[in-house]
């Protein structure tokens, strides 16, 4: 079994749709969780952590749920630039990151 | 100001030849990592070493060895390259311990040919 699951996709939305992404962990001792975003051809970068009690950054609101062992995000009001992979990453066993397989996201005008 | 840099970005090169693969970090980071993303875009952990002392030695041919020779550098190093070798590799760094993320590199693309 994956460390790390989340469904690949790809979502087609229209601009200005809300889309949400799920993923699941199966380590339970897992300690930070973060969504990443990565463009084609370029670096993953930090999009947000996850905190316990959720927490939102403008249009992006992450979840977690300790007791599923699943985490969120939700994209509001989709823009063209948020067409990207979004990467599930968990953190456990001494600073070891496990990622997920990514999300595609194309926003269609 | 850069703050995880990798040397090559773009590396093409003959099967069975050696390469290397440099990383630096200006973060004060202790943990550095590679990471391999294939043609599925799935990334894989490679190795870790926090302040030059190896952590994580995931299952790799041993035609790869890691190097780092201070806690700002590591380095990659590949022996008798294997067209299956080809992908995009990745240099991250962050600090241990503190349930903050990870930094990356922009990656460096090896082509075997």
């Known amino acids: 079994r994956k460390e790390v699951e989340q469904d690949p996709g790809p979502f087609n939305v229209p601009e200005g749709a809300t889309v949400a992404f799920n993923c699941t962990y199966s380590?339970?001792?897992?300690?930070?969780f973060f969504w990443y975003r990565q463009d084609c051809r370029k670096e993953p970068k930090l999009l947000m952590s996850?905190?316990?009690s959720g927490n939102e950054d403008g249009r992006f609101t992450a979840q977690l749920n300790r007791a599923s062992q699943y985490i969120s995000l939700l994209i509001r009001d989709s823009k063209l630039s948020d067409s990207a992979t979004y990467l599930c990453v968990v953190n456990a066993d001494f600073n070891k990151f496990y990622f997920g397989s990514g999300t595609k996201l194309n926003v269609k005008p | 100001d850069t703050a995880v840099s990798q040397t090559p970005k773009y590396l093409v090169t003959q099967m069975g030849n050696d390469k290397s693969i440099k990383c630096e970090q200006n973060l004060g980071h202790d943990t550095m990592y590679w990471y391999k993303q294939d043609s599925k875009k799935f990334l894989k952990i490679m190795f870790s070493y926090n302040n030059k002392e190896l952590i994580i030695n995931e299952t790799v041919p041993n035609r790869f060895s890691p190097k780092s020779p201070d806690k700002a550098h590591l380095n990659l190093h590949i022996n008798s390259l294997e067209l299956g070798d080809s992908a995009v590799y990745f240099c991250?760094?962050?600090?241990?311990?503190?349930?903050?993320?990870?930094?990356f590199g922009p990656g460096t693309r090896l082509t075997v040919l």
């Open positions: 996850v905190y316990s």
């Open positions: 380590n339970s001792a897992s300690q930070s």
């Open positions: 991250a760094s962050s600090q241990r311990d503190s349930g903050r993320e990870q930094f």
